[in-house]
Structures are given as structure tokens and as C-alpha cells.
């Protein structure tokens, strides 16, 4: 069963001071990885695709990262409109099965000034 | 371009009431899912459809059904709401099954009282 494990759950920073968000995962066969950001009230946002183990991706102050066990993402000097919640999926390769995407529980960041 | 669209925004049933969420896309999507996100909970799959005609259960498709008669619309419909449905339901599409990105509408907050 492909599992997604998000840590922390939450995770306040003062403005400017940069930290890591951690996805763990175990799947058949990795088809993809994908970054969303959450805003409350409103449906996921998508920010990353990464395909294979040492890609890496940039977005302004948003880097991402994945191993073959996770996949990082990285917020440098952050800004309060940073503040959201981050979401992490893999989709499984369907050797046999589906394509099915499975989500973790989120991380919720807020961002202090 | 409007997206992914999503009606209605907040809607409030009696225990045993039916209901369909309209669901919308104008991207010419062929991939199209329905997600219900509860609290302290990842994003879970009720149903997807890669395609008009085609459609398929995912991890949670108990008390719902679908239909996909059109590219553009994707249903979801609650035969006998539950209150254990209250939650927010989220309608996305992407190009095909993947991996590729999912476009997520705004949501629909459902109570069932």
C-alpha cells in the first residue's frame, strides 16, 4: 500500500528564517511527486512535479528536492504570504495496479513578520 | 479560462437527502476526480474518470456515484447523505492520468445534519 507521511504537521517561522518541510513515501514504482500549496478555503494549488531521485526545482523562494525515500521542500527567507498549508502526493508506477495518487496530511505553515 | 469550476460553495442536508455537486472543466481535461479532505486527514479519492464514458471507484466511493457523459462535467452525486459525508468535497482535473498535474476546483463545504 503507497503510504505519504508529512512532518511537521505545523511549523511556524519568523519571517526570513528559512526551514525544510519533509515528505516520506513508500510506492511501487514512482511515476511522480508533486508539491500543492493549500490556502484556507480554497482547493490545492500545484507547485512541483519531480520525476526521479536527484531532481531538483525552483520557484521563487520554494525549492524542492527528492530522494528515493523523500522529498523535501525548501523555503528560503520566507515572507508571511508563505503562510499555507503544504501539501505532498505520489503517484504510483501501476505495475498492476493503478495510477492512483495518494496525499499526505499536509504540513501547515504560518509565517510570523 | 475559468478553470475548474464547483457548485455549490456551501450547501447544508438533512440526514437521507440526496444532492448532486457539479463539477466543470474548460481545459479539455481528459482526467477528472473527486476528493473529499476532513480534518487532520490527506485528500481521499471517491471516484475518477479518464475520460467520457469511463469511470472508476477510488479509496472512499462508498454512498456516492458518479457520471461522465461529457468532457466538461463530472457530477458527483450523494444517493442518501450520511452525516459522516460532512466534509469538504474538491473536484480536479489534468491533462491524463499522468503524472500530471491536478487542477483543483474551489471546493464544496457539505453538512449533513
Known amino acids: 500500500e503507497d503510504q505519504v507521511t508529512q512532518s511537521p504537521e505545523a511549523l511556524r517561522l519568523q519571517e526570513g528564517e528559512s526551514s525544510s518541510l519533509n515528505c516520506s513515501y513508500t510506492?511501487?514504482?514512482?511515476?511522480?511527486l508533486f508539491w500543492y500549496r493549500q490556502d484556507p478555503g480554497k482547493g490545492p494549488e500545484f507547485l512541483f512535479t519531480?520525476?526521479?531521485a536527484g531532481e531538483e526545482k525552483e520557484k521563487e523562494r520554494l525549492k524542492a528536492t527528492l530522494t528515493k525515500k523523500e522529498s523535501f521542500l525548501h523555503i528560503t527567507a520566507p515572507k508571511p504570504e508563505d503562510s499555507a498549508t503544504y501539501l505532498c502526493?505520489?503517484?504510483?508506477?501501476?505495475?498492476?495496479?493503478?495510477?492512483?495518487?495518494?496525499f499526505g496530511r499536509g504540513t501547515s505553515l504560518i509565517v510570523h513578520p | 479560462n475559468a478553470g475548474v469550476t464547483q457548485t455549490p460553495k456551501f450547501q447544508v442536508l438533512k440526514t437521507g437527502q440526496s444532492m448532486t455537486l457539479q463539477c466543470a472543466q474548460d481545459?479539455?481535461?481528459?482526467?477528472m476526480s473527486w476528493y473529499r479532505q476532513d480534518p487532520g486527514m490527506g485528500l481521499r479519492l471517491i471516484h475518477y474518470?479518464?475520460?467520457?464514458?469511463?469511470?472508476d471507484q477510488g479509496e472512499v466511493p462508498n454512498g456516492y456515484n458518479v457520471s461522465r457523459s461529457t468532457t466538461e462535467d463530472f457530477p458527483l452525486r450523494l444517493l442518501s447523505a450520511a452525516p459522516s459525508q460532512t466534509s469538504v468535497y474538491f473536484c480536479?482535473?489534468?491533462?491524463?492520468?499522468?503524472?500530471?498535474?491536478?487542477?483543483f476546483g474551489p471546493g464544496t463545504r457539505l453538512t449533513v445534519t
Open positions: 480536479a482535473s489534468s491533462l491524463g492520468q499522468g503524472p500530471y498535474e491536478q487542477y
Open positions: 510506492v511501487s514504482g514512482l511515476r511522480g
Open positions: 519531480l520525476y526521479s
Open positions: 502526493a505520489v503517484q504510483p508506477g501501476a505495475s498492476g495496479g493503478s495510477y492512483i495518487p495518494t
Open positions: 481545459m479539455n481535461h481528459e482526467y
Open positions: 474518470s479518464v475520460g467520457a464514458g469511463i469511470t
